[in-house]
């Protein structure tokens, strides 16, 4: 008789069956490859996801609320679903007088996750309004180790400040919390012990081999579903670089010069290719975002060994980046160039962590 898998149970605002593949899950797939019995929660969902044409709702969140779905052999799925959920009202008044409602949701009714919590060995918890429910995960897991890998500064993520809250309230209690930049560890630092682990990548699916979406000639990507998106700095940079196809994913599409071209949101599988082959990343994002400039996409695009044009705001470290100034078209064309030139080294990998070797630190294994 085999022995049992550990069970390790995911909180956190992604839907596992997303194409939007965000840190999550890949690490439930590296769980999943360990051989952990995997249970992913996504949270929340509620009525207001309706009105806010929440993208998760292309998926069947609301056909499978609070139930346990089988997904594969180790794997499932559970979106837990509430009336309402903690909402930034965007007005100081309002946010106070919501509050006392909105940590309400710290006893949403867990259903049948409540079982699997009791046999899990490991929960873990992603930045975000699931924080609420540390306190009743912790009385449901009484066995497990429970840690925090703080993917995002929620001083900068338009939550309600119940989360922020909620976060300062769960620091001590957690067993562990993770961090993958210097920024979000010095938020969370006076708060609790913090442990600096770098983004970590699908290794797996950027290892394969795979054929080049582009055409001839040199190529710049950007993938990633981001609001905040600089389309200014990208139609300089087309204008400064005509013969540059600037392919960008995820990003909803605006008039640009010819040699942009947006492409809808992609499964992973299919986004990976467009990483591997590309001449150079992009990292086109406005200020007041500078934990960005340690984050995934930089991990993804140095594991992929390409230079990265990226503006100096981001406080960027690493040896592939090309720094330019934002709005400066001499500084920006020189940035261009040197990533256009600049070969694409084996170093800039170094240092770059397997989803696993996250799984194994989250889990206390490393």
Known sequence: MPDTPRRVVLFSHSYLGSKRRAGFQHLAAAFWRLGWDVTFVTAPISLFSRLRRDYRLAYPVFEQANRLVPVGERLTSFVLVTRLHPQNLRSPLANRLAAPLWRRYAHAPLGPLAGVLADADLVVFESGVVLLLVDQVRELAPHARVVYRAADDLRHSGLH???????????PTFDHVSVPTTQIAEALGPLGEVQLFPPAVDTEAFDRKTESPYGEGPAAVFAGVWRHFDYDTLQMAAQ???????????????????????????????LVPYFQHASFGLLLFPPGYTSLGQGNKVAQYSYCRLPIVAPAHLEPDRANMCVFEAGDRASLQRALEEAERMPHSPSFAEGIPSAEDLALALAGET
Not at 161 to 171: D, F, G, N, S
Not at 240 to 266: C, D, K, S, T
């Open 161 to 171: 400040p119940v989360v922020r809250e909620a976060e300062a309230a769960a620091m």
């Open 240 to 270: 400064l670089a005509p013969h540059v196809a600037f392919h960008i994913v995820g990003v909803a599409p605006r008039p640009l010069p010819a040699n942009v071209e947006f492409h809808a949101e992609l499964p992973f599988d299919d």
